[in-house]
Protein backbone atom coordinates (compact mmCIF):
# COMPACT_ATOMS: atom_id res chain seq x y z
CA UNK A 1 0.00 0.00 0.00
CA UNK A 2 3.34 2.10 0.71
CA UNK A 3 4.65 2.29 -2.84
CA UNK A 4 0.76 2.76 -4.52
CA UNK A 5 0.34 5.45 -2.05
CA UNK A 6 3.69 7.03 -3.31
CA UNK A 7 2.63 6.35 -6.89
CA UNK A 8 -0.41 8.49 -6.17
CA UNK A 9 1.14 11.19 -4.63
CA UNK A 10 4.01 11.47 -7.63
CA UNK A 11 1.29 11.91 -10.10
CA UNK A 12 -0.95 14.42 -8.08
CA UNK A 13 2.44 16.40 -7.88
CA UNK A 14 3.17 16.16 -11.32
CA UNK A 15 -0.40 17.44 -12.01
CA UNK A 16 0.40 20.24 -9.83
CA UNK A 17 4.14 20.90 -11.18
CA UNK A 18 3.00 21.37 -14.58
CA UNK A 19 -0.18 22.95 -14.88
CA UNK A 20 -0.06 25.06 -11.71
CA UNK A 21 4.34 26.10 -11.19
CA UNK A 22 4.70 24.47 -8.29
CA UNK A 23 8.16 24.67 -7.30
CA UNK A 24 10.26 23.38 -4.63
CA UNK A 25 9.95 24.19 -1.13
CA UNK A 26 6.59 23.52 -1.59
CA UNK A 27 4.72 25.78 0.84
CA UNK A 28 1.92 23.94 2.89
CA UNK A 29 -0.19 25.53 5.55
CA UNK A 30 -1.78 23.72 8.34
CA UNK A 31 -4.47 24.39 10.47
CA UNK A 32 -4.97 23.18 14.24
CA UNK A 33 -7.16 19.98 13.39
CA UNK A 34 -4.19 18.35 11.23
CA UNK A 35 -2.11 19.32 13.73
CA UNK A 36 -4.54 17.30 16.19
CA UNK A 37 -4.36 14.66 13.73
CA UNK A 38 -1.08 14.10 13.13
CA UNK A 39 -0.28 14.19 17.70
CA UNK A 40 -2.87 11.41 17.76
CA UNK A 41 -1.84 9.11 15.02
CA UNK A 42 1.81 9.63 15.84
CA UNK A 43 2.55 11.27 12.57
CA UNK A 44 6.07 13.69 12.40
CA UNK A 45 4.74 15.77 9.99
CA UNK A 46 7.89 17.95 9.02
CA UNK A 47 10.15 14.46 8.84
CA UNK A 48 7.63 12.20 7.00
CA UNK A 49 5.95 15.11 4.53
CA UNK A 50 8.97 15.99 2.35
CA UNK A 51 9.36 12.62 1.34
CA UNK A 52 5.40 12.00 0.08
CA UNK A 53 5.69 15.29 -1.65
CA UNK A 54 8.95 14.20 -3.55
CA UNK A 55 10.99 17.40 -2.38
CA UNK A 56 11.42 19.83 0.24
CA UNK A 57 8.45 21.66 2.17
CA UNK A 58 8.03 24.22 4.19
CA UNK A 59 5.50 23.90 7.04
CA UNK A 60 3.63 26.90 7.98
CA UNK A 61 0.37 28.82 9.63
CA UNK A 62 -1.28 31.85 10.45
CA UNK A 63 -1.41 33.90 14.11
CA UNK A 64 -5.18 32.89 13.32
CA UNK A 65 -4.65 29.21 13.51
CA UNK A 66 -2.25 29.73 16.40
CA UNK A 67 -4.96 32.02 18.36
CA UNK A 68 -7.80 29.56 17.82
CA UNK A 69 -5.84 26.77 19.09
CA UNK A 70 -5.31 29.18 22.63
CA UNK A 71 -8.82 29.51 22.83
CA UNK A 72 -10.06 25.88 22.70
CA UNK A 73 -7.68 25.33 25.84
CA UNK A 74 -6.02 22.20 27.23
CA UNK A 75 -7.91 20.02 24.79
CA UNK A 76 -6.14 21.44 21.90
CA UNK A 77 -2.47 22.21 24.16
CA UNK A 78 -0.65 19.71 22.19
CA UNK A 79 -1.55 20.86 19.10
CA UNK A 80 -1.10 24.06 19.57
CA UNK A 81 2.72 23.48 20.50
CA UNK A 82 3.04 21.64 17.44
CA UNK A 83 1.69 24.70 14.86
CA UNK A 84 3.91 26.97 17.06
CA UNK A 85 6.79 25.17 15.62
CA UNK A 86 6.00 26.46 12.06
CA UNK A 87 7.17 29.65 10.15
CA UNK A 88 3.68 31.82 10.90
CA UNK A 89 2.85 33.58 7.59
CA UNK A 90 1.15 36.92 7.54
CA UNK A 91 -2.66 37.26 7.46
CA UNK A 92 -4.56 40.38 7.19
CA UNK A 93 -5.92 39.85 10.48
CA UNK A 94 -3.64 41.26 12.71
CA UNK A 95 -6.41 43.65 14.83
CA UNK A 96 -9.14 41.27 14.67
CA UNK A 97 -8.28 37.36 14.18
CA UNK A 98 -10.54 34.82 12.68
CA UNK A 99 -11.72 31.51 12.82
CA UNK A 100 -8.63 29.31 10.99
CA UNK A 101 -10.53 27.99 8.24
CA UNK A 102 -11.88 31.43 7.25
CA UNK A 103 -8.11 32.75 7.42
CA UNK A 104 -6.53 30.14 5.86
CA UNK A 105 -9.15 30.61 2.86
CA UNK A 106 -8.14 34.37 2.23
CA UNK A 107 -4.45 33.16 2.14
CA UNK A 108 -5.14 31.00 -1.06
CA UNK A 109 -7.46 34.30 -2.55
CA UNK A 110 -6.73 35.31 -6.04
CA UNK A 111 -5.55 32.70 -7.89
CA UNK A 112 -3.46 30.76 -4.89
CA UNK A 113 -0.65 33.37 -6.38
CA UNK A 114 2.11 31.82 -3.36
CA UNK A 115 1.00 28.09 -4.52
CA UNK A 116 0.11 27.54 -1.08
CA UNK A 117 -1.16 23.55 -0.53
CA UNK A 118 -4.09 23.58 2.75
CA UNK A 119 -3.19 20.58 5.25
CA UNK A 120 -6.48 20.51 7.29
CA UNK A 121 -8.78 17.46 9.04
CA UNK A 122 -12.15 20.21 8.55
CA UNK A 123 -14.92 19.07 5.83
CA UNK A 124 -15.90 22.02 5.11
CA UNK A 125 -13.08 24.12 5.15
CA UNK A 126 -11.81 21.06 2.70
CA UNK A 127 -15.27 21.69 0.15
CA UNK A 128 -14.39 25.21 0.20
CA UNK A 129 -10.54 24.57 -1.22
CA UNK A 130 -11.90 22.12 -3.62
CA UNK A 131 -14.14 25.31 -5.34
CA UNK A 132 -10.78 27.03 -6.31
CA UNK A 133 -8.65 25.94 -8.98
CA UNK A 134 -4.54 24.97 -8.30
CA UNK A 135 -5.04 24.50 -4.71
CA UNK A 136 -3.68 21.00 -3.23
CA UNK A 137 -5.65 19.25 -0.31
CA UNK A 138 -3.69 16.78 2.27
CA UNK A 139 -5.29 15.06 4.67
CA UNK A 140 -4.85 12.39 7.07
CA UNK A 141 -6.89 9.17 7.03
CA UNK A 142 -6.10 5.62 8.64
CA UNK A 143 -3.02 7.01 10.22
CA UNK A 144 -1.32 8.21 6.73
CA UNK A 145 -0.76 11.54 5.17
CA UNK A 146 -2.91 11.80 1.48
CA UNK A 147 -2.70 14.10 -0.72
CA UNK A 148 -6.30 14.94 -2.29
CA UNK A 149 -7.06 14.20 -6.35
CA UNK A 150 -7.05 17.17 -8.53
CA UNK A 151 -10.69 19.20 -8.21
CA UNK A 152 -13.15 18.97 -10.64
CA UNK A 153 -12.66 22.85 -10.35
CA UNK A 154 -8.72 22.12 -11.20
CA UNK A 155 -9.54 19.69 -14.54
CA UNK A 156 -11.82 21.84 -16.33
CA UNK A 157 -9.42 24.81 -15.10
CA UNK A 158 -6.37 23.28 -16.96
CA UNK A 159 -8.71 21.89 -20.15
CA UNK A 160 -9.80 25.73 -20.24
CA UNK A 161 -5.94 26.73 -20.48
CA UNK A 162 -5.38 23.66 -22.76
CA UNK A 163 -7.84 25.07 -25.43
CA UNK A 164 -6.77 28.74 -25.02
CA UNK A 165 -10.12 29.91 -24.08
CA UNK A 166 -8.76 31.34 -20.32
CA UNK A 167 -5.81 32.89 -19.29
CA UNK A 168 -4.94 33.41 -15.84
CA UNK A 169 -5.38 37.35 -14.62
CA UNK A 170 -1.53 37.49 -13.50
CA UNK A 171 -0.79 36.51 -17.08
CA UNK A 172 -2.73 39.01 -19.06
CA UNK A 173 -1.33 41.90 -17.00
CA UNK A 174 2.80 40.34 -17.33
CA UNK A 175 1.51 39.82 -21.39
CA UNK A 176 0.20 43.40 -21.28
CA UNK A 177 3.19 44.81 -19.23
CA UNK A 178 6.08 42.96 -21.88
CA UNK A 179 4.26 44.10 -24.53
CA UNK A 180 4.08 47.74 -23.49
CA UNK A 181 8.12 47.33 -22.81
CA UNK A 182 9.07 46.32 -26.31
CA UNK A 183 6.91 48.25 -27.88
CA UNK A 184 4.40 45.49 -29.15
CA UNK A 185 1.46 47.61 -28.50
CA UNK A 186 2.29 50.77 -31.04
CA UNK A 187 3.91 48.55 -33.39
CA UNK A 188 0.25 46.29 -34.21
CA UNK A 189 -1.12 50.30 -34.39
CA UNK A 190 0.81 50.91 -37.28
CA UNK A 191 0.38 47.45 -38.73
CA UNK A 192 -3.54 48.27 -38.57
CA UNK A 193 -3.23 51.69 -40.10
CA UNK A 194 -1.10 50.72 -43.21
CA UNK A 195 -3.84 48.17 -43.81
CA UNK A 196 -6.21 50.20 -43.98
CA UNK A 197 -4.51 53.01 -46.55
CA UNK A 198 -3.45 50.17 -48.72
CA UNK A 199 -6.16 49.52 -51.38
CA UNK A 200 -6.90 48.59 -55.33
CA UNK A 201 -5.66 49.77 -58.35
CA UNK A 202 -7.18 53.45 -59.03
CA UNK A 203 -10.56 53.02 -61.29
CA UNK A 204 -9.12 56.95 -63.31
CA UNK A 205 -6.18 55.13 -63.46
CA UNK A 206 -7.50 52.53 -65.80
CA UNK A 207 -10.28 54.68 -67.48
CA UNK A 208 -7.31 56.81 -68.45
CA UNK A 209 -5.57 54.04 -70.00
CA UNK A 210 -8.71 52.83 -71.91
CA UNK A 211 -8.83 56.11 -73.51
CA UNK A 212 -5.61 56.05 -74.37
CA UNK A 213 -6.05 53.06 -76.18
CA UNK A 214 -9.53 53.88 -77.93
CA UNK A 215 -7.28 56.86 -79.40
CA UNK A 216 -4.46 55.03 -80.56
CA UNK A 217 -6.68 52.84 -82.30
CA UNK A 218 -8.63 55.80 -84.01
CA UNK A 219 -5.63 57.36 -85.15
CA UNK A 220 -4.52 54.62 -87.78
CA UNK A 221 -8.30 53.99 -89.25
CA UNK A 222 -8.02 58.07 -90.10
CA UNK A 223 -4.90 57.45 -91.71
CA UNK A 224 -5.96 54.40 -94.04
CA UNK A 225 -9.32 57.28 -95.01
CA UNK A 226 -6.78 59.83 -96.04
CA UNK A 227 -4.72 57.49 -98.09
CA UNK A 228 -7.41 55.52 -100.00
CA UNK A 229 -9.09 59.46 -100.97
CA UNK A 230 -5.48 60.57 -102.21
CA UNK A 231 -5.17 57.55 -104.48
CA UNK A 232 -8.94 58.47 -105.58
CA UNK A 233 -8.12 61.53 -106.67
CA UNK A 234 -4.71 60.40 -108.10
Known amino acids: MGVTRQKHAKKIMRFYRHNFQFREPFQVLLDGTFCQAALRNKIQIREQLPGYLGGAAQLCTTRCVIKELESLGKALYGAKLIAQRFQVRNCSHHKDPVSGST???SMIENDNLHHFFIATQDQDLS???KKKPGVPLLFIIQNTMVLDKPSPKSLAFVQKLQTNQLVPEYQKQSIVELKEKEGLVKQEGEKRRKRKRAGGPNPLSCL??????TQEGQEPSAEKKKR???KRNR
Do not use: H, Y
Request: charged share 65%.
Open 103 to 105: CLL
Open 127 to 129: NKV
Open 208 to 213: KKKKKK
Open 228 to 230: RKR
